[in-house]
């Protein structure tokens, strides 16, 4: 079975303060494909990051960086210096074909100024 | 490029009553898909299109939801009878093939059954 876990339900930090967002995952795949997903108060899901089974580099994007540890199955976030823009429920999914996308909780981060 | 397009953006209907909703995807996008997100949940898959054909419906409550692509661009997905627990963001994304190929969600359409 497939199977996304966000622990933290909702973290509050203050403005310019580091925040990691934690993600564990269960597949019995080899092949899958992690994802993060921003959710703003508007709604709609915005696309942060992309990950494959095979590749565990780290990935840094701007303030924003992942890492990926397959022996530990995580997919952790972290926001650096992070802004009140910042402020939405955070998803984290899996998918793999046949499967098709799971996705955890959420966890919302408020982002006081 | 545009977005994929959904609506209404809000709609509120009391229980027994039916409603529907729409979507366009991006142009070109043979794979649409219908979720559907409970609040304070992760999105849930309820159907699958490739093309105009079903790939995947297996969560689908078919005794009440259904959908259909026509024509395999557009598609609507439709409740009858609400039920008060239908309420939830149905959301709609498209993608060319697999999600590796510009998988994009549309902004939603927010039920509220009464």
């Known amino acids: 079975a497939q199977k996304v876990t966000q622990a933290q339900t909702e973290i509050s930090v203050v403005e310019k303060e580091d925040v990691t967002l934690d993600c564990v995952y269960e597949t019995r795949d080899t092949t899958y494909y992690l994802f993060w997903y921003k959710q703003p108060p508007s709604g709609e899901l915005v696309f942060l990051i992309r990950?494959?089974?095979?590749?565990?580099q780290n990935e840094i994007s701007g303030r924003y960086s992942w890492n990926f540890q397959k022996s530990t199955s995580s997919f952790n976030f972290t926001i650096t210096a992070s802004q009140v823009v910042d402020s939405a429920v955070y998803f984290c999914?899996?998918?793999?074909?046949?499967?098709?996308?799971?996705f955890g909780p959420g966890t919302r981060l408020s982002v006081l100024p | 490029e545009a977005g994929v397009a959904q609506s209404p953006r809000y709609k509120i209907i009391e229980k027994r009553q039916s409603v529907a909703f729409w979507c366009n995807p991006i142009?070109?996008?043979?794979?649409l898909y219908w979720y559907q997100q409970i609040l304070g949940q992760g999105p849930k898959l309820l159907i699958q299109f490739q093309n105009n054909g079903v790939v995947d419906d297996s969560q689908l409550p078919k005794d009440r939801f259904s959908a259909e692509r026509l024509k395999g661009v557009d598609s609507t997905l439709k409740i009858q009878p609400a039920k008060l627990e239908d309420s939830a963001v149905y959301l709609c994304?498209?993608?060319?093939?697999?999600?590796?190929?510009?998988?994009?969600f549309g902004s939603g359409t927010r039920l509220t059954v009464v």
């Open positions: 994304a498209s993608s060319l093939a697999g999600p590796g190929d510009g998988y994009t």
């Open positions: 999914a899996l998918f793999n074909y046949g499967q098709n996308f799971v």
């Open positions: 990950r494959n089974s095979f590749d565990e």
């Open positions: 142009s070109g996008h043979a794979t």
